[in-house]
T-cell receptor, first 114, second 109 residues
Framework: NAGVTQTPKFQVLKTGQSMTLQCAQD?????MSWYRQDPGMGLRLIHY???????DQGEVPNGYNVSRSTTEDFPLRLLSAAPSQTSVYFC?????????????FGPGTRLTVT | LAKTTQPISMDSYEGQEVNITCSHN???????ITWYQQFPSQGPRFIIQ???TKVTNEVASLFIPADRKSSTLSLPRVSLSDTAVYYC??????????FGKGTTLSVSS
């Protein structure tokens, strides 16, 4: 199993550009989530999904959109990038939606917005 | 949602035992306590989980007192490679896991 994969690894955007961060998992997990991590900070939850067709907002959802059309994929869209969105983005998946289930994280996408 | 409080940073030397304590005064009956480890430039990875008393695996031990209002992650005989950020999470059933800032552990030789 590849686990959780994220593409791209690095990305530089100009202010106002849009892009999609890709996340895929091959463990048949129902629950997927996106976090961002800023320097010296912990992880902050952006959006999450408890299954295909179901998404919800986390702590810092503004400026980001998500959709979940398949169990495997959970892309994160930045509609109009801003310098404040410069961060490292992590995608995670788990088999259940509660603190009991182990979350598996991807390697991250390092995004810079100039 | 149960909130956790843990030290921002800790320093240790190789070969020592390190104990990181996490407070979670509002823990709910169904909550589990989970610890994650994050190395620089990597995503967090699961270390250990418990509900009450003591749990031990090949990486760490987790001590939880009877009132469950705190927990202690114990790393025996740390090495330089244990330098990382350690997160304590308390999960409500049916809600997303929230990570805090974690504890940055620095191990020196």
């Amino acid at each position: 199993n590849a686990g959780v994969t994220q593409t791209p690894k690095f990305q530089v955007l100009k202010t106002g550009q849009s892009m999609t961060l890709q996340c895929a998992q091959d463990m048949n997990h129902e629950y997927m989530s996106w976090y961002r991590q800023d320097p010296g900070m912990g992880l902050r939850l952006i959006h999450y999904s408890v299954g295909a067709g179901i998404t919800d907002q986390g702590e810092v959802p503004n400026g980001y959109n998500v959709s979940r059309s398949t169990t495997e994929d959970f892309p994160l869209r930045l509609l109009s990038a801003a310098p404040s969105q410069t961060s490292v983005y992590f995608c995670a998946s788990s088999s259940g939606f509660s603190g009991y289930y182990e979350q598996y994280f991807g390697p991250g996408t390092r995004l810079t917005v100039t | 949602l149960a909130k956790t409080t843990q030290p921002i940073s800790m320093d240790s030397y190789e070969g020592q035992e390190v104990n990181i304590t996490c407070s979670h005064n509002n823990i709910a009956t169904n909550d589990y306590i989970t610890w994650y480890q994050q190395f620089p430039s990597q995503g967090p990875r699961f270390i250990i989980q418990g509900y009450k008393t003591k749990v031990t695996n090949e990486v760490a031990s987790l001590f939880i007192p009877a009132d469950r209002k705190s927990s202690t992650l114990s790393l025996p005989r740390v090495s330089l490679s244990d330098t990382a950020v350690y997160y304590c999470l308390v999960g409500d059933k049916g809600t997303a896991l929230i990570f805090g800032k974690g504890t940055t552990l620095s191990v020196s030789s």
